[in-house]
């Protein structure tokens, strides 16, 4: 009787697993389409990729199309330096001409937490990385509700919801145009009214990461030289930066916050040697309202405007830091890097 009882269970849960791959492969979600994608993309290209970049959507603003070297950017929407860390240590190894890897730095970044966001909310930008990365490696111990969702329930969106599955049955369009990212028409007081939205919604990170992690800023700070040493002794150079932001989401954000991620960016480059390039109040940009989608993303244009500032910038062997206000540096000299 038990020996039925457990053959039966095994043909469940063998049933159970194979729907939920059919699903997988069939209707996944957005983000882990999209993250999919780059990690083939990537894999295709490996040898011939010299620079890479990570972050969250902010780090979007970086377009390769306009950077010196051949490039991928892996910057996705709600993606953590854990989760940076994760795919750094899997990808890297394998990059043999890989010279630089670039990292963008939220003002939330070192308090931005996919496992407090997975404690009742599972968030996609982690569960991508598990379904697209072919590795059963966790992020951290604690980190199995989003490996088991990613592999086995990557048809399930952030809401647990059958997204995709649902907007066929509907005939909702699933992808709607990104306006970070295409042409969008410029509406400045739909910009104007998302800055305190924005400032306030991403302030609250910090919140919600202490609740479930008291010690996340000591661990991403940790993490972040970690990553620093790890490809250093891999002769790769690592460069933090933040984007540009519209004036009015800078001046909205709770600037202690602001100056405490600034105060441990500075820690991390004079500990580590790394650079750090903010932009985030660099005057020309952060004043021109026509170069941005919202107030902390940068539209195409305003994306483009940047990558080639921040791509002379960083090539720059004489740079004089007073021609570009609001620009701030830490540990310029160490980061002259001549065309590779």
Request: glycine letters at 4%; a neutral charge.
């Amino acid at each position: 009787m038990k020996n039925k009882i457990l053959i039966k269970a095994i043909i469940y849960f063998a049933i159970v697993i194979g729907i939920c791959q059919f699903l997988n492969f069939t209707f996944p979600a957005p983000d882990i389409v999209t993250e999919r994608e780059w990690v083939k993309n990537l894999m295709s290209q490996k040898d011939s990729l010299r620079s890479l970049t990570f972050g969250r959507s902010h780090g979007v603003a970086l377009h390769y199309d306009h950077w010196d070297v051949k490039g991928q950017n892996l910057s996705l929407g709600g993606e953590d330096i854990a989760s940076i860390k994760y795919s750094l240590e899997y990808f890297a190894p394998q990059m043999k001409n890989l010279k630089e890897v670039l990292i963008c730095i939220s003002y939330s970044s070192l308090y931005f937490d996919n496992e407090a966001l997975s404690n009742g909310n599972l968030n996609d930008a982690r569960k991508a990385l598990y379904a697209s990365i072919p590795s059963y490696k966790l992020v951290s111990p604690k980190d199995y509700n989003n490996m088991v969702f990613g592999k086995m329930f990557a048809f399930m969106h952030a809401d647990y919801g059958f997204g995709a599955i649902k907007n066929i049955v509907i005939g909702k369009k699933e992808f709607e145009e990104d306006p970070i990212t295409k042409a969008a028409p410029f509406d400045s007081v739909k910009i104007i009214k998302s800055a305190p939205v924005q400032a306030h919604n991403h302030s609250q990170d910090k919140t919600l990461a202490l609740e479930y992690n008291p010690n996340i800023r000591t661990q991403y700070v940790s993490d972040l030289k970690d990553i620093i040493t790890f490809l250093k002794a891999r002769n790769i150079k690592c460069i933090l930066f933040t984007p540009p932001y519209y004036k009015d989401y800078t001046n909205l954000y709770p600037q202690a916050d602001i100056e405490e991620t600034e105060h441990f960016m500075e820690e991390i480059c004079n500990e580590t040697g790394a650079a750090y390039y903010n932009f985030s109040r660099y005057e020309p940009m952060a004043n021109n309202i026509r170069l941005y989608a919202n107030a902390d993303h940068v539209n195409r244009a305003g994306g483009d405007e940047f990558t080639i500032l921040f791509n002379k910038i960083l090539r720059n062997k004489t740079l004089n830091i007073n021609d570009y206000s609001g620009l701030k540096i830490i540990n310029l000299k160490a980061d002259k890097l001549s065309k590779n």
